[in-house]
């Protein structure tokens, strides 16, 4: 069964650092883009972060570009998203997603990704 995983989400404070985890399974995580999305309540989801396993070039939205930071683990089939400088506006349910397509090309398009986590809060408190 094909599975993402979150982890690491939680309370910061304005300006802190969070570290979050998305673990796959399932599937050959080598041949698939990992994106990072995020979603409010009564508002679209947002594209905030993909990453190529193949060639691990990154795509970040203009909203996170310069304070978050996508990697990948290929050995654990783990992809991370550090953010650092957070801003209350980024309170939000995060979530990654594998698209087979296996590059970013198209990263913000939802619909292009095959399988999604859960989702875990993020919280910013000023």
């Known amino acids: 069964e094909e599975k993402l995983v979150e982890s690491g989400g939680g309370l910061a404070q304005v300006g802190g650092s969070l570290r979050l985890s998305c673990a796959a399974s399932g599937f050959t995580f080598d041949d698939y883009a990992i994106g990072w999305f995020r979603q409010v309540p009564g508002k679209e989801r947002e594209a905030v972060a993909c990453?190529?396993?193949?060639?691990?070039?990154?795509y970040y939205a203009e909203s996170v570009k310069g304070r978050f930071t996508m990697s990948s683990d290929n050995a654990k089939n783990t992809v991370s998203l550090q953010m650092n400088s957070l801003k209350p506006v980024d309170t939000a349910v995060y979530s990654c997603a594998a698209d087979a397509v296996g590059s970013c090309w198209y990263w913000t398009t939802l619909v292009n990704y095959d399988y999604w986590g859960q989702g875990i809060q993020v919280t910013v408190s000023s």
């Open positions: 990453i190529s396993p193949g060639d691990g070039t990154t």
